[in-house]
């Protein structure tokens, strides 16, 4: 079959690979109808995320066909329509059985390596490196999906792809983000990041019953999307005016946002000239990995009381984490990979009677053979791309 | 270095403890025993090895660099034991076929999927 792999730092190349094949009983092959390139795995392509090996097929976003099941899997049948979550989790631990699906205990065969990193193993993510368990991505024709008859959810009815795939990752991870922040009427909820996870945050926010919601970013198109689309009620502009900490104060009569959402992640984007500087290099030689631009201002930001609510990918150390801002303002820090199964139906139900038309976020759809093209333009944000969905 | 490793099985003690005896671990100079975790953690299962490795210090760095040093070994058998009683498979992935293996961490297979070939030997 046609892959999308990693080749180096920069580089994807589609090729020709075996087909996946059933390796367990809870295990099932779909063959991939549609595909999405995720701002996470920018952070593969760049080389940000150190147990990445060439190779490696990308993609965690991703639905399609039913064509094969293995014996033990017996809510599937071979034809059925499904989306596939991108953690990949048992349902049979402790953690699965509490909804914390996104640190299964039982589904990353390399938790020796994560361990190492992170203390305990989280669960394996399909297509993100050996340290989530270096399973094949979804950029591809098939996939094999894992405890198949926990995971994938099926589409009954004729919705196309675009409406329900992004419940594989970023609409429930928006969600989560959003969920996090105890919305329960009247708030000012700030969302750094207006990619694809900030608008469904935005969105999710205002569902939830937000009554302000403010997306800052650097580009005005992104912008104008969350506002028009994902129902921001205001926007800051960073490139006109870095000081955001200052501009959220003043929006909010100088009390700061009640919960602030980092929609961001390692890879931050603005910050203090210096301070930039110096996080480049020190990422460019492994002393950080993380550049915490986004993190640092949503914490200074955040009302006292707050929550700081991160979605934004992080994956190992932070330099001048403001510890004094988090604890003298009794802040509360929520995040985690989204537990996507526990959101599948609910968002589900909230495609299908309207309450949101997911694929707003799509700018861009390519074949998967030029899956190297979409890399390079979401990457660099050329024409104006949000979302690009490939087709194999 | 500690010789320990402990691991909880979301699974009544009782059951642990049949399930393990039946599992066939040969655990030779190992001391196992078996806890029953705080609320409805399960059981929690601790072992301790206790013969040193083979030929002291240089034995011992010999086994890791190998990745067959005892601890090593025990915490993947560990790993094993409760996914199967839990989940009632072996995680595999296409980078770690043969499931979680501490020599496989330094030459993982690109995660892609197997030739046919290279099934029979991953033991799929």
Known sequence: MRANVWSGRNTVQVENVPDPKILND???????????????????????????????????????????????????????????????????????????????????????????????????????????????????????????????????????DEQVLFLSDVFPTGFFGADLCDISGGEVIAVFGAGPVGQFAIASAVMLGAERVIAIDRYEYRLAMARNKAGATDVIDFSLDADIVEQLKEMTGGRGPDAVIDAVGMEAAHGHGALHAVERIKQANRSETDRGHALRDAILACRPGGIVSVMGVYGGLMDKFPTGAFMNKGLQLRTGQAPVQKYLKPLYERIRNGEIDPSFVVTHRLGLDQAPDGFETFKHKQDDCVKVVLKP | MTKKAAITVARPRDDVEQLWRSSGFGLEGAAVTLLEAPGDRGTEIHVELQSGPPAGKLGEAVQKLAGSEPLAKLKDDLRRFKQRVETGVIARSEAVPEGELAKRKLKQRPAQPLAESETEKAGV
């Not at chain 1, 989790?89 to 190492?116: Q, T």
């Not at chain 1, 399909?126 to 198949?148: C, D, K, M, N």
């Open chain 1, 26 to 160: 809870r295990d099932a092959i779909v063959k991939i109808s549609s595909t999405a390139i995720c701002g996470s795995d920018l952070h593969l392509y760049d080389g940000y995320v150190p147990t990445i090996k060439r190779g490696d097929i990308l993609g965690h976003e991703f639905m399609g066909e039913v064509v094969e099941i293995g014996k033990g899997v017996g809510n599937l049948r071979v034809g059925d329509r499904v989306v596939v979550p991108f953690p990949i989790a048992c349902g049979k631990c402790w953690f699965c059985k509490h909804e914390l699906y996104s640190v299964c205990e039982n589904s990353n065969p390399n938790a020796g390596i994560a361990e190492k990193l992170f203390g305990h193993s989280t669960a394996g993510i399909f297509g993100y490196s050996h340290i989530t368990g270096g399973y094949a991505g979804g950029q591809a024709e098939y996939a094999r999906v894992p405890y198949a008859d926990v995971g994938p959810i099926k589409i009954e009815d004729d919705l196309p």
